[in-house]
């Protein structure tokens, strides 16, 4: 794999009532795909080190499903990640597939995700967390997305009311980040009450071009509307990765493989 780039977002929260009373950094991966920077991913670990974040935020696909599950170097990683900070990660649709196809990957998801948990990784199924960060309280949602969302050429149609029946309401004071593997549904994600969602999935659109972005989605559309970057619906937000890692179809073209690294101020 090829290197990567560090790409920053400034997360302002301007209710300061909600908002930290000093900046804080945090750093988001999405879509390792089980890729390796270095033996035992020592730059991609090094380059964390760098950033000293107050906690590390992962969006899923940190491995991949195969006949042989790909997971190695996803697991080296988190067990190192979690010796030094807070780990929180929700399933994509690699770790869905592992988890929902027994007849094919056999118990490969529950060794996978029991070794992780054991390490101290905070999975997020269908759930929340909270953590408390220059006493801002951060409530860390992971939705785990029902399979109809990954469908080639079509679709699911995600709710608000949907998201509310698989996660609740979000919780009452504080800040609402949301961990979704897809962006496709960020207007779902601002309606029901996610300040910040972190999405990958796109892979950034594989093909990026001057003006257009992304090309084409893992759905086969083509120019996705949410490929990479900062978006902003009103006063919510949603930052989604290009990804650290390729799988199948392994092809970037000016469209390096990031971590991203977020200031909250």
């Known amino acids: 794999m090829s290197d990567f780039k560090i790409t920053r ?25 089980n890729c390796s920077y270095g033996e035992g991913n020592s730059r991609l670990l090094q380059e964390i080190r760098n950033e000293n974040p107050a906690v590390v935020l992962m969006a899923g696909d940190m491995i991949t499903a195969s006949k042989e599950p790909q997971m190695d170097a996803a697991v080296a990683l988190l067990n190192e990640l979690t010796k030094k900070y807070p780990v929180f990660y929700v399933n994509g649709n690699h770790e869905d597939r592992l988890r929902d196809h027994t007849k094919e990957y056999g118990d490969q998801y529950e060794k996978y995700t029991e070794t992780i948990q054991s390490s101290g990784v905070h999975l997020l199924t269908n759930a929340s967390d909270e953590i408390e960060i220059h006493r801002m309280r951060l409530h860390i949602w992971g939705l785990d997305l ?13 709710t608000r009311e949907r998201i509310e029946e698989l996660l609740g309401r979000p919780a009452a004071g504080g800040y609402q980040l949301l961990l979704a593997h897809s962006p496709a549904y960020f207007d779902a994600y601002a309606a029901w009450g996610a300040d910040l969602t972190l999405s990958g999935h796109l892979h950034g659109g594989m093909v990026r071009l001057p003006g ?54």
């Open 146 to 158: 029902p399979q109809e969302c990954y469908g080639r050429l079509r679709t699911g149609n995600l």
């Open 212 to 265: 257009l972005g992304g090309v084409v989605s893992p759905q086969l559309r083509l120019f996705p509307k949410y490929d990479k970057g900062l978006y902003t619906l009103e006063d919510k937000k949603m930052v989604v990765s290009a990804g650290l890692g390729s799988h199948s179809i392994c092809l970037r073209i000016n469209n390096p493989p990031e971590l991203v690294v977020l200031d909250f101020l």
């Open 9 to 33: 977002y400034r997360i302002r929260v301007d209710d300061r009532q909600r908002g930290p009373d000093k900046p804080f950094t945090a750093v988001f991966l999405a879509d390792l795909h």
